[in-house]
C-alpha cells in the first residue's frame, strides 16, 4: 500500500538546509526502492484534501516531473519506467487523479488536471486508458456535478489535447470533447471559471477539428460561440476567444469567408476600445490572415497558368478600413518603449501587421499610409513624429522599387535630419527606418540604389554622429551602417564608393562597442557584429593595410579579457560575451587577409600570436569550449596550411573536449566542422591525432545522447579525414564503414511526411557521399581494392536515392559526384556490378539536363568515368 510520505515531502521545503538536504534524501532513496509505490504514495497525497496544500503541491510536482521532462532521451527513459509499472497500480494511480479533479483546493484540482495529461500523453497513442475521455465527459454531461469539478475536467481536456496528436482520437471522440468544451463556453449555463476553462481548452482542441470545420452546421456553431465568447463581460475570457480566432484564422483560412465581416467587427472594436491583451490579440488575428496570404501568394507559380489569387484576398478587401485602424495604433506608444526590444504594446504590433499588410497587398497600401505620414511627421508631439516614421519604415517592404523609389528619394533627407530630433524615442525609429531602407532599397550589385556618390558622405556623417546617442539608438544605427556596407557587396567599382570611410567607420564602431553605457543592452555585440559586416564586405584591394591595422587591436583587446577580475558567475558569462565577439572579428579578419596571397603574410606573421589567445580562451571556459574560437581556428587552419602543425600538440586536448561536448552540441557540431578544415591544412601531418580523432568520432556516432543534428557532419569529416591520410585509412574501415552502411538503411526508412526529417535525411544522405568519395578518392592510387566489398551496396543506395523526389539539389550532385570517384577508383573491378545497374543511365541524363551547370559538369564527368570502365 502507499506509504505515508507527508513529512518527507514538508521537511523537503523547510528553511533550514539540513532537514531539507536528509528530507530529499529520504524522498530520493524511496523513489530508488520502490518507484511504483514512490508514485502510488505521491498521488494519493495529492488526493487527500485532508493534507496540508504545501505537501501536495509538491507531491504534484515530483509525480508531473517523473512522467516528462525537456530532454528527450530523459523523456524516453520515465516513459519505459512508466510502461514498465504493474498495471493494477498505474490503474489505482489515475483513480486518483481523476478523483483530485472535484478536490476543494484549486491548486490541487489544477496539478491533477496537468498530471492526467502527461499521463494520456504516454497511453493514448499506444492505445492504453481507453475510457479517459469517457470519465472526464462523465464529469461534464451530468446536471448536479460542481462548477469547480467542471472547470478542472476542461483544463484537463484542454491539456490532453495539447499532449496528444490529433491522430490518436477517433472522430466520435473529438466530437464528443468538441461539444462539452463548446457547451463549456455558454454563458447561460455556466459561471466565468467554468467558461474561461472551456475557452482555453478549445484552443488546445481546434487541431483536431478539421472534420468539423468542414461541415457548415457544425462550423457555424463553433464560430458562433467563439464570436460570442469574444464579446464576454471578463477580460480574460475576451482574450482566450480571441487567441482561439487567431488560431482558426491559421488553421481554417479558407473556410472564413462568410464570417468575415463579423470578425472585422469584433477585432476593430477590440482594437480601438479594449484592454491592451485582448486588443493585441486582435491585431495579431490580422497578422494570422497577412501570413496566410503571404504563404498562398508564394506558392502562386506563373508557370501553371493560375489566373486568379487562389486566396481569398481578405486583407486587400479590409485595406480601406483596416489600414486606418493599424494607423491609428501607432500612436499608442508607451514612454520608454524604445529603451527595451521586449516590450510588446499596442503600437508595435499594430506597426509589424502594418508590415504584413504591405506584404500581401504590395502597391495598394501606399496610398493608404503616406497621407498619415505627411500629415504627422511635423508635429510638435513627438507621438505624431514617431508613428509617422514607424509607418513610413513599416512599408518598406512589399511594394515595387518604382512605386517607393521617388518617396525614399524625398524622405531620406528629412530622414538624416530627424537623427538630431529632440525625442529619443523618434530618433530610435529613425534609426530602424534608415536601417529598413538600406536593407531593401540600396543595392548597387543589382543596379539600383537609393544611396547616391553624391550623398554618401553625408549618410556616412550622419550614422556616425548618432552612433554616439543614447545606447538604444547607437544600437539601431549599428544596423544602418550594417545594411549600407552589405549592400556594396559584390557592387564592382561602386564598392569602392565607401573604402575612403573605412577607417572612421571602424574607429567608431570600436568606440561604441567599449561603451560602457549599455547595461544590459545589445549595443556591444551589435558593434562587433556590425564591425564583422564592414571587414568581410570590404575590397580588399584598397583597404588591405587598415584591416591589418585592425588585427593588433583586436587581438590586444583579446588579450586584455584574461585579466577581468571574475567574482561572480555574471562576471564569468560576461567576459565569455566578449571574447566570443572579439574571435568572431578575429575570424573574419582572418578570412579576409587570407584571402589573397599578397595579404596572407600578414596572417602567418602573427599566428603564432593569435593561436596563443585562443589557447588562453579555451582556458578561461574550462567546461565549454567556445565556438566562437572554434571557428576562429578554423579560419585560421585554412590561412596557415601545412604550417598549423606545430600548434596540433597543444590545440589537441581542447580538440577533443570539443568532441566531447555532448551537452553543448552545437560545439560538438563545429569542432567536427574543425577537424575537417585542420585535415585540409594538414594532409597526412595529422596522422598522429587520427587514432584519436577517429575513437572520438565513431563513439559520437553510437551515441543516442548526442544531438541528431551533428552526425551527418561526422561522416562528411571521414571523408575529410580520408583524402588527408590516404592509404592510413585503411585500419578505420572495419568500423566506419559499418557506420555509414547503417545510416544509408536508416535513410531509406525515413518518415517523408515531416520537412524537418526530409531535411534531415538530405543532410544525412548528402554527408554519407561525401565520406563515400573522399575515402575513395583517398584509397585511388594506392589501394582501390580496399573498398571492392562496399562497391555494391553503394550502388544500392546512390539508386535509392536516385529514385527518391524529395532529394534536393545538394544530394544529387554529391551522389552523382560519388557514383564518379567509385568508377575512377575502381575502374574495371566494378565493370560486372555497373552492368547489373540499369538505373545510372537514366540517373546521368536527368543531371546532364538539369539547368545548373555544376551539376552538369559533374555529371559529364561521371559518364566519362563510367565509359571508361565500360
Known amino acids: 500500500m502507499a506509504m505515508e510520505i507527508t513529512?518527507?515531502?514538508?521537511?523537503?521545503?523547510?528553511?533550514?538546509?539540513?532537514?531539507?538536504?536528509?528530507?530529499?534524501?529520504?524522498?530520493?532513496?524511496?523513489?530508488?526502492?520502490?518507484?511504483?509505490?514512490?508514485?502510488?504514495?505521491?498521488?494519493?497525497?495529492?488526493?487527500?484534501?485532508?493534507?496540508?496544500?504545501?505537501?501536495?503541491?509538491?507531491?504534484?510536482?515530483?509525480?508531473?516531473?517523473?512522467?516528462?521532462?525537456?530532454?528527450?532521451?530523459?523523456?524516453?527513459?520515465?516513459?519505459?519506467?512508466?510502461?514498465?509499472?504493474?498495471?493494477?497500480?498505474?490503474?489505482?494511480?489515475?483513480?486518483?487523479?481523476?478523483?483530485?479533479?472535484?478536490?476543494?483546493?484549486?491548486?490541487?484540482?489544477?496539478?491533477?488536471?496537468?498530471?492526467?495529461?502527461?499521463?494520456?500523453?504516454?497511453?493514448?497513442?499506444?492505445?492504453?486508458?481507453?475510457?479517459?475521455?469517457?470519465?472526464?465527459?462523465?464529469?461534464?454531461?451530468?446536471?448536479?456535478?460542481?462548477?469547480?469539478l467542471k472547470q478542472a475536467t476542461l483544463e484537463a481536456l484542454g491539456y490532453v489535447c495539447e499532449e496528444i496528436s490529433h491522430q490518436d482520437l477517433v472522430q466520435d471522440e473529438v466530437n464528443a470533447v468538441l461539444t462539452?468544451?463548446?457547451?463549456?463556453?455558454?454563458?447561460?449555463?455556466?459561471?466565468?471559471?467554468?467558461?474561461?476553462?472551456?475557452?482555453?481548452?478549445?484552443?488546445?482542441?481546434?487541431?483536431?477539428?478539421?472534420?468539423?470545420?468542414?461541415?457548415?452546421m457544425e462550423r457555424n456553431y463553433i464560430m458562433k460561440v467563439v464570436c460570442d465568447t469574444a464579446m464576454s463581460k471578463e477580460v480574460e475570457i475576451r482574450q482566450a476567444a480571441f487567441e482561439c480566432l487567431v488560431a482558426i484564422a491559421s488553421a481554417y483560412y479558407e473556410v472564413l469567408e462568410p464570417y468575415m465581416q463579423t470578425l472585422f467587427q469584433l477585432t476593430s472594436n477590440a482594437v480601438k476600445g479594449d484592454e491592451e491583451t485582448v486588443a493585441l490579440q486582435a491585431i495579431e488575428f490580422w497578422s494570422s490572415i497577412c501570413d496566410e496570404e503571404i504563404e498562398l501568394q508564394e506558392f502562386e507559380s506563373p508557370e501553371s497558368g493560375d489566373s486568379g489569387p487562389p486566396h481569398s484576398g481578405f486583407i486587400e478587401k479590409a485595406l480601406p478600413s483596416l489600414v486606418p485602424l493599424l494607423l491609428e495604433t501607432l500612436l499608442k506608444q508607451e514612454e520608454d518603449q524604445d529603451q527595451d526590444d521586449t516590450i510588446w504594446n499596442i503600437s508595435m504590433a499594430g506597426g509589424t501587421c502594418l508590415g504584413l499588410v504591405a506584404r500581401t497587398v504590395g502597391d495598394a497600401i501606399v496610398p493608404l499610409v503616406m497621407p498619415f505620414v505627411e500629415s504627422n511627421i511635423l508635429k510638435p508631439d513627438w507621438r505624431c513624429r514617431e508613428a509617422a516614421t514607424y509607418a513610413f519604415g513599416s512599408i518598406l517592404e512589399g511594394p515595387t522599387v518604382e512605386k517607393l523609389s521617388p518617396l525614399v528619394q524625398a524622405g531620406l533627407d528629412f530622414l538624416l535630419n530627424a537623427m538630431k530630433d529632440g525625442n529619443n524615442h523618434v530618433k530610435d525609429t529613425t534609426a530602424w527606418t534608415l536601417s529598413r531602407i538600406f536593407e531593401l532599397l540600396h543595392s548597387p550589385a543589382s543596379g539600383f540604389s537609393i544611396i547616391s556618390p553624391e550623398n554618401l558622405k553625408r549618410v556616412v556623417g550622419v550614422l556616425l554622429e548618432?552612433?554616439?546617442?543614447?545606447?538604444?539608438?547607437?544600437?539601431?544605427?549599428?544596423?544602418?551602417?550594417?545594411?549600407?556596407?552589405q549592400g556594396y557587396e559584390d557592387a564592382g567599382p561602386s564598392a569602392s564608393l565607401w573604402s575612403p570611410y573605412l577607417t572612421d567607420i571602424i574607429s567608431c564602431l570600436i568606440s561604441t562597442a567599449d561603451r560602457t553605457d549599455g547595461g544590459d543592452s545589445k549595443l556591444r555585440s551589435s558593434a562587433y557584429e556590425t564591425l564583422n559586416e564592414v571587414v568581410r564586405c570590404s575590397n580588399i584591394a584598397e583597404t588591405s593595410s587598415i584591416i591589418a591595422q585592425l588585427l593588433p587591436v583586436i587581438m590586444n583587446k583579446l588579450g586584455q579579457t584574461m585579466d577581468i577580475q571574475i567574482v561572480s558567475s555574471d562576471d564569468r558569462e560576461k567576459q565569455g560575451d566578449l571574447q566570443a565577439s572579439l574571435c568572431g572579428v578575429l575570424q573574419v579578419i582572418i578570412q579576409k587577409l587570407s584571402s589573397t596571397d599578397e595579404t596572407k603574410t600578414i596572417i602567418l606573421q602573427a599566428a603564432d600570436q593569435i593561436m596563443l589567445l585562443f589557447l588562453k580562451v579555451f582556458g578561461c571556459r574550462s567546461s565549454t569550449v567556445h565556438e566562437e574560437a572554434m571557428l576562429a581556428i578554423g579560419a585560421l587552419a585554412y590561412a596557415t596550411g601545412s604550417q598549423f602543425e606545430k600548434y596540433m600538440?597543444?590545440?589537441?586536448?581542447?580538440?577533443?573536449?570539443?568532441?566531447?561536448?555532448?551537452?553543448?552540441?552545437?560545439?560538438?557540431?563545429?569542432?567536427?566542422?574543425?577537424?575537417?578544415?585542420?585535415?585540409?591544412?594538414?594532409?597526412?601531418?595529422?596522422?598522429?591525432?587520427?587514432?584519436?580523432?577517429?575513437?572520438?568520432?565513431?563513439?559520437?556516432?553510437?551515441?543516442?545522447?548526442?544531438?541528431?543534428?551533428?552526425?551527418?557532419?561526422?561522416?562528411?569529416?571521414?571523408?575529410?579525414?580520408?583524402?588527408?591520410?590516404?592509404?592510413?585509412?585503411?585500419?578505420?574501415?572495419?568500423?566506419?564503414?559499418?557506420?555509414?552502411?547503417?545510416?544509408?538503411?536508416?535513410?531509406?526508412?525515413?518518415?517523408?511526411?515531416?520537412?524537418?526529417?526530409?531535411?534531415?535525411?538530405?543532410?544525412?544522405?548528402?554527408?554519407?557521399?561525401?565520406?563515400?568519395?573522399?575515402?575513395?578518392?583517398?584509397?585511388?592510387?594506392?589501394?582501390?581494392?580496399?573498398?571492392?566489398?562496399?562497391?555494391?551496396?553503394?550502388?544500392?543506395?546512390?539508386?535509392?536515392?536516385?529514385?527518391?523526389?524529395?532529394?534536393?539539389?545538394?544530394?544529387?550532385?554529391?551522389?552523382?559526384?560519388?557514383?564518379?570517384?567509385?568508377?575512377?577508383?575502381?575502374?574495371?573491378?566494378?565493370?560486372?556490378?555497373?552492368?547489373?545497374?540499369?538505373?545510372?543511365?537514366?540517373?546521368?541524363?536527368?543531371?546532364?539536363?538539369?539547368?545548373?551547370?555544376?551539376?552538369?559538369?559533374t555529371a559529364g564527368w561521371t559518364q566519362g568515368m563510367i565509359q571508361r570502365v565500360m
Open 466 to 485: 548618432s552612433i554616439k546617442d543614447a545606447p538604444n539608438v547607437a544600437e539601431k544605427v549599428c544596423g544602418a551602417i550594417y545594411y549600407l556596407v
Open 649 to 857: 600538440p597543444e590545440f589537441y586536448k581542447y580538440l577533443e573536449m570539443g568532441l566531447q561536448n555532448f551537452e553543448e552540441y552545437q560545439v560538438c557540431g563545429i569542432t567536427v566542422g574543425v577537424v575537417g578544415d585542420i585535415c585540409r591544412a594538414l594532409d597526412d601531418k595529422v596522422l598522429p591525432y587520427c587514432d584519436g580523432i577517429m575513437g572520438l568520432l565513431l563513439k559520437d556516432l553510437a551515441s543516442s545522447e548526442l544531438h541528431r543534428s551533428v552526425k551527418p557532419p561526422i561522416f562528411s569529416c571521414f571523408g575529410d579525414i580520408a583524402l588527408a591520410i590516404g592509404e592510413h585509412f585503411e585500419k578505420y574501415v572495419p568500423y566506419a564503414l559499418p557506420m555509414m552502411q547503417g545510416a544509408a538503411e536508416i535513410c531509406a526508412k525515413m518518415e517523408t511526411a515531416d520537412e524537418e526529417m526530409v531535411d534531415y535525411g538530405n543532410q544525412l544522405r548528402r554527408s554519407i557521399f561525401e565520406a563515400y568519395s573522399g575515402i575513395l578518392q583517398g584509397f585511388k592510387t594506392v589501394k582501390p581494392d580496399v573498398m571492392l566489398p562496399y562497391a555494391q551496396h553503394l550502388l544500392k543506395f546512390i539508386e535509392l536515392v536516385s529514385r527518391d523526389n524529395q532529394r534536393d539539389e545538394s544530394v544529387t550532385k554529391a551522389a552523382v559526384a560519388v557514383m564518379g570517384d567509385l568508377a575512377d577508383a575502381l575502374g574495371s573491378n566494378i565493370k560486372l556490378l555497373l552492368k547489373d545497374c540499369l538505373f545510372y543511365d537514366e540517373f546521368l541524363c536527368e543531371c546532364l539536363r538539369s539547368d545548373d551547370e555544376q551539376l552538369k559538369e
Open 7 to 148: 513529512q518527507f515531502l514538508l521537511a523537503a521545503q523547510s528553511a533550514d538546509a539540513k532537514v531539507r538536504t536528509e528530507a530529499e534524501a529520504s524522498l530520493r532513496q524511496f523513489q530508488e526502492q520502490n518507484m511504483p509505490v514512490f508514485l502510488l504514495s505521491l498521488s494519493v497525497e495529492l488526493s487527500n484534501d485532508d493534507k496540508p496544500v504545501e505537501s501536495r503541491r509538491l507531491a504534484g510536482i515530483v509525480l508531473k516531473n517523473s512522467l516528462d521532462a525537456k530532454d528527450a532521451i530523459r523523456k524516453e527513459q520515465l516513459v519505459q519506467q512508466w510502461m514498465a509499472i504493474d498495471i493494477s497500480i498505474k490503474s489505482q494511480i489515475k483513480d486518483s487523479l481523476l478523483r483530485t479533479l472535484g478536490s476543494s483546493v484549486p491548486e490541487a484540482r489544477h496539478t491533477a488536471a496537468q498530471v492526467i495529461a502527461k499521463i494520456a500523453s504516454i497511453e493514448i497513442p499506444r492505445k492504453q486508458w481507453p475510457e479517459l475521455i469517457g470519465s472526464l465527459l462523465n464529469n461534464m454531461t451530468q446536471k448536479d456535478k460542481p462548477a469547480a
Open 180 to 216: 462539452a468544451v463548446v457547451q463549456g463556453m455558454n454563458l447561460a449555463e455556466h459561471g466565468p471559471e467554468v467558461r474561461l476553462a472551456a475557452t482555453k481548452a478549445l484552443y488546445n482542441a481546434l487541431e483536431f477539428a478539421q472534420t468539423n470545420f468542414e461541415n457548415e
